[in-house]
């Protein structure tokens, strides 16, 4: 059996050398076959240089190198395709996801599950980062057509037969834990806490978050689709017990005097649903911009990635 792990790398200097020395020894001590890919994702700093340095070390060690960011969930999804295990582990460079729960994952995988996932049980971020996450997996949960684990990211194992289907997958709109739970068979969860960054900074940024948390509705749900009729239905609806409602207070305006019912000048409401109206009917066609958007990103068929180096992987496919 040959494992393989991905560990996809932004500018991750600091952490390269904390990363080698928590990992090697655990892969070792599985007794299986193994390769490390790292991918590193077009770094400005010296993480290509380590990594070089890192293979020259130990030949299992492997890498390739970005011509320049082009996001996690790519890295992650070209280390899928140039793998070649039987099976791969997916974790992130800065050791928030402990490495020690490798062996744990490659139990289960040996029980027969196909996927074996990581659950976050507890966080080690701030609160309002902890409250977006949360927020957005059960969003996600709520909206998507198939099942996505709550709080699971990308740290998981796949076998051989889902690593297999993924790199089918011609998407250029990559979210790789929603393409593995769509990839179904027998899937598993394992809880575990996630530690703070080893070192460095986070690479991610809040546009970068907003745009994975984007992919992930977007890819998986027509939901958002679906609210803009309903918006459009639920105003309608108002709008029409609104208009019969002036009608009959225009009608009998002489009854409605005797109870003392003014009439509404009308100028307040007029603006104020022009604004309101303008701003459904802006949100609506934002949410079918995205779909557009998203089909013209797919029908151009770009290469998902550009290598300008590699080492101890074959790219010439
Ligand atoms: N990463 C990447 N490309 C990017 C941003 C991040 O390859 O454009 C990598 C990064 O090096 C790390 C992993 O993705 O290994 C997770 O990033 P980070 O720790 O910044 O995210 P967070 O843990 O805050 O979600
Ligand atoms: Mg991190």
């Not at 400005?44 to 320049?68: A, G, P, Q, V």
């Not at 076998?159 to 993924?166: H, Y």
Request: with cysteine.
């Amino acid at each position: 059996m040959k494992i393989s792990l991905i560990i996809p790398c932004y500018n991750e200097q600091e952490v390269l050398h904390k990363l080698y020395d928590r990992v090697t020894p655990v892969l070792e001590k599985t007794g299986d076959d193994y390769e490390v890919i790292l991918i590193d994702d077009g770094s400005r700093d010296n993480s290509l240089s380590i990594m070089e340095e890192f293979h020259e070390r130990n030949s299992k060690w492997k890498y390739l190198s970005f011509s320049r960011n082009f996001g996690h969930q790519t890295a992650v999804s070209a280390g899928i395709f140039y793998c070649s295990g039987d099976c791969a582990v997916i974790i992130d460079a800065d050791l928030q996801d402990p490495p020690e729960l490798i062996p744990d994952l490659i139990c289960k995988w040996k029980e027969g599950f196909k996927v074996v996932y990581a659950v976050r049980k507890k966080r080690k971020e701030g609160i309002v980062k902890r409250f977006c996450y949360s927020a957005f997996y059960r969003l996600l949960a709520k909206s998507a057509s198939i099942s996505i684990p709550l709080d699971s990211g990308d740290f998981c194992l796949m076998d051989r037969v889902v690593l297999n289907r993924i790199k089918s997958m011609p998407e250029s709109n990559r979210f790789i834990r929603g393409m593995r739970a769509w990839v179904g068979f027998k899937q598993i969860g394992i809880e575990y806490e996630r530690d703070a960054r080893a070192a460095g900074k986070p690479q991610y940024t809040f546009s970068k978050l907003l745009r994975l948390a984007f992919d992930g509705i977007f890819s998986f749900s027509t939901m958002p689709l679906r609210m803009t009729a309903v918006f459009g239905f639920i105003i309608s609806f108002f709008s029409f017990i609104f208009a019969a409602y002036s009608l009959v207070q225009r009608i009998f305006a002489d009854f409605f005097m005797q109870y003392n019912f003014k009439l509404v000048p009308g100028f307040a409401t007029t603006i104020v649903s022009i604004f309101f109206l303008g701003g459904v009917q802006l949100i609506c066609l934002g949410v079918i911009g995205e779909y557009i958007g998203r089909v013209y990103d797919e029908v151009k068929r770009r290469p998902l990635w550009v290598i300008s180096k590699a080492s101890g992987i074959d790219t010439e496919e």
